[in-house]
């Protein structure tokens, strides 16, 4: 990793490094603590600056800068943090810093990337169950929501991780489950097969790059981890957003959804990461893909390498790129950077050409305000409807130029239903706001709090502009 540094900077900027100073989650911020740590960075950096400037002679190693575009290789994806194993090389991906004093989380993308190649491992193989029988895995919540033995068990899986990886101490994740129904006395089977299922994944670890148990969890281990992800976030620190499984109807459906993890820090999106597992590598698979899924998983095991399916995308806050990774398939060990490619927002600029996509469910956003907008506008492809969001991944790599969501009034948008697509779109080249043209805030806990009537994601800023225009000229009008 680029590691240039000065110890001023990194006395600033250091102990949000280590830990989460607001929200109700696990704090660290005792004055002894940030010394220790402040010490310890310091020792860290005198052997960093070293090292990079042994590294840097290096093809593969440069400096993370969105003013360094022009370097090819100068992807986080093909630098060294990652060329082997987070157990092999922990020491140099700890709280690195770029040329530009700042952090450049490698350590963390690194950890996150796996985390969620493992969650959506997981999900593939609840999902095909789902697929082939109904077995009483999936739940509504008090809200009518669903809920399934993959929400809860990505939830541990990806928390129980992070603690490993940073130490519990220093982590704090919102996410969407709670512990409370799971814990119910009528929920014993289904809390079985959470820990059975976490386990069977947990397995699978070392073939991801992370280390697993070394004895299977307890089931007071898995709900312990499970509601370890109890923090409010808010403005200060720096905690993991975490949506297990994003569009929980489209999962069990067996179609689209999405695994999203992000890291917020001070209130805002530093790092992003999205999987997708029926979210093909290439588009041309996507046409035809839900019901292809349907016919192949009767066909062939969930880990057939028979069709090119799921991706995981990426990026970094500032770091001016974007990244698509396969799924890990069959039995594979993760090898970094795992054929990563980059990914760019689409080119397109003339609105008669431009795709958008919105949420498939009509009481999720209106597709009638939509429709009126997008002829307005002079859009003239039907509408993209996916669940989860695939639809930020769409936008990322060029697929759809346009995402646009209006809730009911009074729905609060969350904040995990965002952060990581954000990050990823606008280091892919996009521009991501709300309906006023406003950055999305997620500094005020969960919520997206003081939205401005809708979502709006567009490859380009002309595109968005207009789009912008459009809903001032037609929103009076509207039910909304
Ligand atoms: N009435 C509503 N209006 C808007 N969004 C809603 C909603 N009810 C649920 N959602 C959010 O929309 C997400 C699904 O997105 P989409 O509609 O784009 O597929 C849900 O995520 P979960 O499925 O993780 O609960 C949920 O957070
Ligand atoms: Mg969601």
């Not at 240039?4 to 600033?12: C, E, M, N, P, R």
């Not at 600056?49 to 042994?54: A, D, F, K, N």
């Not at 193989?125 to 929501?145: A, H, M, Y």
Request: glycine residues 8%.
């Amino acid at each position: 990793m680029p590691l240039y540094t000065s110890s001023s900077t990194v006395g600033t900027k250091f102990p949000s490094l280590l830990g989460h100073r607001g929200g109700r989650g696990i704090q660290c911020n005792s004055s002894r603590f940030q010394s220790l740590s402040l010490l310890f960075c310091s020792q860290l950096c005198s052997r960093t600056r070293t090292r990079t400037r042994q590294q840097n002679t290096q093809p593969h190693i440069v400096s993370f800068s969105k003013f360094n575009k022009n370097s090819s290789s100068t992807s986080f994806a093909s630098s060294s943090s990652s060329s082997s194993s987070i157990m092999e090389d922990q020491e140099e991906n700890m709280g690195g810093f770029n040329g530009f004093m700042e952090p450049n989380y490698s350590r963390e993308l690194d950890v996150a990337v796996r985390a969620v190649q493992m969650a959506c491992f997981l999900c593939q193989k609840v999902q095909q169950g789902l697929i082939s029988k109904s077995n009483g895995q999936v739940q509504s919540k008090e809200d009518n929501s669903l809920v399934t033995v993959a929400d809860w068990s990505v939830q541990a899986t990806v928390s129980w991780l992070l603690s490993e990886s940073f130490g519990s101490k220093n982590v704090s994740i919102v996410a969407e489950e709670d512990v409370q129904s799971l814990s119910k006395v009528e929920a014993a089977d289904l809390l079985e097969s959470v820990v059975k299922t976490v386990n069977d994944c947990l397995a699978e670890a070392p073939r991801f790059g992370l280390q697993g148990p070394q004895m299977a969890l307890g089931t007071s281990e898995v709900l312990a981890a499970i509601s370890r992800c109890n923090s409010n976030g808010g403005p200060t620190g720096r905690f993991w957003a975490l949506d297990p499984v994003d569009g929980t109807l489209g999962f069990v459906r067996g179609d689209q959804y999405a695994v999203a993890l992000a890291l917020i820090e001070d209130g805002e999106p530093v790092l992003g990461v999205l999987g997708c597992p029926n979210y093909p590598m290439r588009k041309e698979w996507l046409s035809y893909q839900h019901r292809y899924h349907r016919i192949i998983s009767k066909l062939t095991p969930p880990t057939s390498e028979s069709w090119d399916k799921g991706c995981v995308m990426y990026a970094r806050r500032g770091g001016g790129e974007a990244w698509m990774q396969p799924l890990l398939q069959g039995h594979k060990k993760l090898v970094w950077p795992n054929s990563a490619r980059p990914i760019q927002v689409s080119a397109i600029e003339n609105p008669a050409l431009a795709t958008f996509c919105e949420p498939v469910e009509k009481s999720n956003s209106s597709h009638s305000f939509t429709a009126g907008l997008a002829h307005s506008v002079g859009l003239r492809k039907q509408p993209l409807r996916v669940y989860s969001m695939v639809k930020y991944a769409a936008i990322a790599r060029g697929d759809a130029e346009i995402f646009m969501k209006f809730a009911r009034a009074g729905y609060k948008e969350k904040i995990w239903d965002h952060a990581a697509g954000v990050v990823i779109i606008q280091e892919a080249g996009g521009v991501v706001t709300d309906a006023g043209g406003r950055p999305l805030d997620f500094s005020k806990g969960i919520y997206l709090e003081g939205l401005d009537r809708g979502i709006i994601a567009c490859a380009g800023a002309k595109l968005h502009e207009k789009i912008i225009r459009a809903v001032d000229a037609s929103w009076n009008s509207s039910s909304l």
